[in-house]
């Protein structure tokens, strides 16, 4: 028997974490008449729970993985909980995202006073706790119900406004979720069949034969590619994600949709590994990943909305993940096992790194918005002179979504671009053609995101303030900067010490591979398993460009004798003959005009797509109004009939309760009477 409490033993942890996150949400809700106990109730209890899943994560990184069995309601349903490699590393990223996001919401929530807090703390702790326990679970039917109910908590969240852009954000959200749902349950059905059990321990060893292992396949590519966001399951993204809080945004867009990838890895690698992968798995993965990485940065580029800019951001970058995941499954269908382990790296590195930047960014437009109450861009400029600390977060996560060395985006696309360059050196023909191929759409969506984040920065941050009360903006609470500020450091870590990163991460990319470990790292220098291929340090590419910087001055002091600069000259700005105006400045929309005619076609594919979809709408709610209509039909001419006979018929047996005593007794002689000559017959 385990006991109840151990601190020292992952699992217990979990489990706490888990116990801690419920009583909050639970105590938040009980207490949504006193706003400011239910923030922070909710804040403290869901810190908390972010710690001990921390505590409870790290460990597990790395050795055998740890299970935790009780009886379920079912013979079916065992409750399992699984802590491998792989689903350390999705709890510790949530429970670090969710920490911060908690530290964030102490003073930003309150924003919110007034219009129920208390079930947004409910809200929010379940959904973190729903997304743990989806990673943890073990066993189909226990994965379906958590996986409702992160869909469920984080719609609630969606909706929290009450608007009719929100409600309208949200039903788009449900149908697909629920739709991607489907898929998944027709995928684990299948597999359950073929293991005689729902647990996933059965799914590993049960060999399910083709065509019906691909038929699982893509059934779980879809219905967890809807969750990730892939091109063309997108469609909800956009929209949901600018509706939410920000710091609930932060979580959707830096966690949830990671679990569609890792649904994907799950099915396609973990679960189907008895029955062999086969080479097109890895070849779709990969296309679906270049397309949506493509596609989402030049959608990104003509947006407005800082909030939706950075939702197709995430499109591009789960885009980006699907290139590592698809080059690894490749590795697996032509039985390269290193080639195997080193995309899975690169692509596991990134959904590291893209939670932390993205979290991060949503953290700092969440921060804009507080202030400026606008997500229009073309209404913010010149913030960073009153928001200095908002401006110089934005900053670093601008740079590392961007791959600007020596972040942690720089690092993770590196070993994308070296697992797609190996891969085009093995394998069959077509793998040889869509690798370099997928190679040169990683590297225009790179500069494409460059592109669109000079674009965001500048608007919000630099040139002259657009705001109507310019005076009136200061820097956010204290809580939301430390918030922004953790995000800020473990970007700038997680690429210098990435030399100690990637093996851990190289490590976990083995274990769920069941592959022998590679080499990733030697000293500070980065290896993609062949250090004939290519080499990098991320600390010296550092000192290199601090020496950059420092350089210019320690020349002009030799020279001179002296570090100081002169006084700077203040003079007007020549504008081509015309008096300087604040409308000469940049904005959002003269930035992305040539982006616009040069994309044209694939705008005008967007305007067509969201066409069918409002006509799709459009016959929902008209199917809706049909049936409204028509259902007083189905009364008028069953029930109300029915129900008047009855009524009637009551009325007519009124005539025989009389009240009368005698008249009663008379009844039971007759009944008697007939019941005799009944029995005499």
């Known amino acids: ?169 949200g039903f788009l959200y449900f149908l697909v979720a629920h739709a991607g749902s489907v898929l998944i349950m027709a995928a684990f059905f299948i597999m359950a069949n073929y293991a005689g059990s729902y647990d996933f321990a059965a799914f ?161 437009a969440g921060s804009v918005i507080y202030r400026l109450h606008t997500k229009d861009m073309e209404k913010m400029g010149g913030l960073a002179r009153t928001m200095p600390w908002t401006a110089f977060s934005f900053l670093i996560g601008a740079l590392a979504i961007s791959a600007i060395p020596p972040l942690n985006g720089f690092v993770s696309e590196w070993y994308t671009y070296q697992s797609l360059f190996a891969a085009a050196f093995s394998g069959s023909w077509l793998v040889k053609l869509a690798t370099p191929i997928a190679a040169m759409l990683l590297a225009l969506t790179g500069a494409l995101a460059v592109m669109c984040f000079v674009k965001a920065y500048g608007v919000i941050f630099s040139g002259p303030s657009r705001h109507a009360h310019p005076d009136d903006v200061r820097e956010v609470p204290a809580t939301m900067v430390i918030g922004m500020v953790i995000l800020a450091i473990a970007c700038v870590v997680l690429g210098l010490a990435a030399p100690v990163v990637a093996p851990v991460i190289s490590g976990i990319a083995a274990a769920t591979l069941g592959a022998a470990t590679i080499t990733v790292a030697d000293g500070v220098l980065l290896i993609p398993a062949d250090a004939h291929q290519a080499v990098l340090s991320t600390p010296l ?39 300087p105006d604040a409308h000469m400045s940049a904005t959002a929309g003269g930035f992305a005009q040539p982006i616009r005619m040069f994309f044209g076609p694939l705008y005008e594919v967007r305007k067509s797509i969201a066409a069918v979809w409002s006509k799709v709408t459009f016959g929902f709610e008209r199917f809706i109004s049909f049936a409204r209509r028509s259902e007083p039909c189905w009364d008028r001419a069953l029930v109300d009939p029915v129900g008047e006979g009855v009524v009637a018929s009551g009325r007519r047996l009124q005539a025989i309760q009389g009240g009368d005593f005698r008249v009663y007794c008379l009844y039971i002689v007759a009944a008697l009477v007939i019941l005799l000559v009944l029995t005499v017959r």
């Open 541 to 579: 590419i550092a000192v290199m460009l601090i020496g950059a910087a420092v350089l210019p001055l320690l020349l002009k002091s030799a020279l001179s004798g002296s570090l100081r600069l002169p006084a700077r000259q203040a003079a007007a700005p020549w504008a081509a003959g015309y008096l």
């Open 1 to 169: 028997m385990i006991p109840l409490v151990s601190l020292h033993d992952p699992l217990h942890l979990l489990l706490l974490s888990l116990a801690i996150s419920v009583c909050g949400g639970v105590a938040s809700l009980l207490l949504r008449a006193c706003d400011g106990a239910a923030i922070r109730v909710a804040g403290l209890a869901g810190i908390a729970a972010a710690v001990a899943g921390l505590g409870a994560s790290l460990p597990a990184l790395s050795g055998p993985a740890l299970v935790f069995e009780a009886a379920g309601p079912y013979p079916f349903a065992h409750f399992v909980l699984r802590l491998d490699p792989l689903a350390a590393l999705l709890i510790a990223v949530i429970s670090l995202l969710s920490l911060v996001a908690w530290i964030y919401s102490l003073a930003y929530v309150r924003e919110y006073a007034g219009k129920g807090v208390g079930a947004m703390g409910f809200f929010m702790n379940l959904f973190i706790a729903s997304m743990v326990l989806v990673v943890a679970a073990d066993n189909a039917f226990w994965f379906i119900i958590f996986f409702e109910m992160m869909s469920l908590t984080s719609y609630f969240l969606v909706i929290f406004d009450q608007d009719e852009e929100a409600v309208s954000a």
């Open 204 to 364: 590993r060893t049960a060999s399910v034969p083709a065509p019906l292992n691909s038929v699982v396949f893509l059934l779980g590519f879809l219905g967890f590619g809807a969750k990730a966001g892939m091109i063309p399951l997108h469609i909800w993204l956009p929209r949901a994600h600018p509706a939410a809080p920000s710091h609930a945004s932060a979580l959707m867009s830096g966690v949830m949709i990671k679990i569609g990838v890792f649904g994907i890895v799950k099915v396609g690698i973990d679960l189907l590994g008895a029955s062999g992968g086969v080479l097109w798995w890895g070849l779709l993965v990969l296309v679906f990943g270049a397309v949506s990485s493509v596609l989402g940065v030049v959608y990104a580029l003509v947006e407005h909305d800082i909030k939706k800019l950075l939702a197709y951001h995430s499109v591009e970058n789960i885009g980006i993940i699907l290139l590592g995941v698809g080059v690894g499954m490749i590795g697996i269908g032509i039985g390269q096992p290193i080639l195997a382990v080193l995309g899975l790296m690169a692509g596991l590195y990134h959904l590291v790194n893209h939670a932390i930047f993205k979290g991060l960014l949503f953290l700092g």
